[in-house]
C-alpha cells in the first residue's frame, strides 16, 4: 500500500506544479471559466500534496526507525525507539483512510454557495409554524457557520411561520454541508390550536440546490419575461408602495422565480436572475443527484419530496434521522441550530459509502 501510495504522490505533485504555472499565465487568466477550474483544482490538489507530505514522512520515519532497532544495541534507546514506531504505525492506517478519501473525485458542487427552499406540507398552519421553526434553525447554524443568509422570497402563514420562504446561503463550502438537509421533515407536538392535547404530526419539505454561477448556465434576455409588482410583506411602506418586486419567466423550461425582499427593484432583479440561473443548471443536476441518491442512503434527491428524512417528536425530546437511524434525546438544542453532529454522521455514513464504491 505503502509504495503504491506513493507513486501516486509522485503523479499528483506533478500535476500540482503543472497547475500552479498554468493559472499564472496571462492566457489563461482570461479565460475566467477556465481560470476558475484550475484554481479550484489547484486547491484540491493542494490539500493532497500536503496530506501525501505527511504520510511520507510517517513512512519514512518508521523506515528509519526500523533501521534503528536493527542496529541499536543501548536497551534504553532501544525502547525509545519502539515507543516511536508504535505511534507512528498508529498513524499510518488514519492518514491512508485520508488519502483514499481525498483521491475520490468530490461532488464539484460541494464548495458552492446554496439555495435554500422550504415549504409548509401537510398539517394545516401548524405545517406553517414548523416551516418558521426550521427555517429559524437554519438560521441559527448559518451564524454559527459565520454564513450569510439572504431571504429572497417568502409567503407567511396565517398563524405564524411561513408557507414557503426561499433564501440564499453564502460562504465557505455551504452546499457540502446542507445538502444533507434536502428532504421531509415530520414534527410530531400538540399544536398551539389544540384544545384536547393531543399530539399532531406535521410536515415541511426542504430543498437546497447549488447556486450556478453566471458561466454555468448562459441566460438569453430574449427567453426571459419580467413582470414587475407590489411588494407584499415586513419591508415598510415603501415595499408596499413601489413595483420593486420581480418576477422572472424563463420561457424555454417554464421555470418562474419572484424576489420582493429588497426595496430597490435592480436588487430584487439581480437576486431573481441568481436564482432563476440555479434553478435552470440544477434540471440538469438533478440527474446527478437521483443516480447518486439511488446509491447512497444519506442523500436524498431534490426531486423526491415524498422522502421523509427527519423526525422532531417535541413530548419524547427526540429527533430521528431516518437515513442512518441516529436518534437524539436534545431536540430544544438542535431546533436551536446545533445540528452540526446530525450533518457530521451523515458526513461519516456518505464517505464510508463513497470508499465502498471507489476501487482504490
Not at 409567503?155 to 446542507?178: D, F, Q
Not at 450556478?212 to 419591508?235: H, M, N, Q, W
Not at 430584487?268 to 446509491?295: F, P
Request: hydrophobic share 30%; glycine share 6%.
Amino acid at each position: 500500500m505503502a509504495n503504491n501510495i506513493i507513486n501516486k504522490y509522485e503523479n499528483i505533485k506533478h500535476r500540482f506544479e503543472e497547475v500552479g504555472q498554468q493559472i499564472t499565465d496571462p492566457d489563461v487568466m482570461k479565460d475566467m471559466k477556465r481560470y476558475v477550474k484550475l484554481n479550484q483544482e489547484y486547491k484540491r490538489l493542494e490539500e493532497l500534496v500536503t496530506v501525501f507530505s505527511e504520510y511520507k514522512n510517517i513512512v519514512d520515519n518508521i523506515k528509519s526507525t526500523r533501521e534503528l532497532l536493527a542496529t541499536e544495541k543501548d536497551e534504553e534507546m532501544r525502547e525509545m525507539a519502539k515507543e516511536e514506531l508504535e505511534i507512528l504505525e498508529e498513524q499510518l492506517e488514519p492518514k491512508e483512510q485520508e488519502i483514499k478519501l481525498l483521491l475520490i473525485p468530490a461532488d464539484p458542487e460541494d464548495r458552492k454557495n446554496a439555495i435554500l427552499e422550504i415549504r409548509a406540507g401537510t398539517g394545516g398552519d401548524e405545517a406553517s409554524i414548523f416551516a418558521g421553526d426550521l427555517f429559524r434553525m437554519y438560521s441559527k447554524f448559518c451564524e454559527r457557520k459565520g454564513w450569510r443568509l439572504e431571504v429572497t422570497n417568502l409567503n407567511e402563514g396565517t398563524a405564524g411561520g411561513y408557507k414557503e420562504i426561499v433564501a440564499k446561503v453564502s460562504g465557505e463550502g455551504v452546499y457540502g454541508i446542507l445538502k444533507y438537509e434536502s428532504g421531509v421533515h415530520r414534527v410530531q407536538r400538540v399544536p398551539q390550536t389544540e384544545t384536547q392535547g393531543r399530539v399532531h404530526t406535521s410536515a415541511a419539505s426542504v430543498a437546497v440546490l447549488p447556486e450556478a454561477e453566471e458561466f454555468d448556465v448562459e441566460l438569453k434576455e430574449s427567453d426571459i419575461r419580467k413582470d414587475t409588482y407590489c411588494s407584499s410583506g415586513p419591508g415598510g411602506q415603501s415595499v408596499n408602495t413601489t413595483y420593486s418586486a420581480i418576477r422572472l419567466t424563463h420561457i424555454p423550461t417554464g421555470i418562474v422565480v419572484t424576489c420582493q425582499d429588497e426595496k430597490s427593484q435592480l436588487k430584487n432583479l439581480a437576486k431573481a436572475m441568481t436564482e432563476l440561473r440555479t434553478r435552470i443548471y440544477n434540471m440538469e443536476y438533478q440527474k446527478y443527484i437521483d443516480d447518486i441518491a439511488s446509491k447512497r442512503k444519506t442523500m436524498v434527491s431534490t426531486g423526491d419530496r415524498s422522502a421523509k428524512i427527519r423526525t422532531y417528536n417535541w413530548p419524547q425530546g427526540r429527533v430521528t434521522d431516518h437515513r442512518i437511524g441516529l436518534t437524539l434525546y436534545n431536540l430544544p438544542v438542535i431546533i436551536d441550530g446545533d445540528i452540526g453532529e446530525i450533518i457530521e454522521k451523515l458526513q461519516v455514513e456518505e464517505n464510508a459509502q463513497r470508499l465502498k464504491e471507489s476501487e482504490i
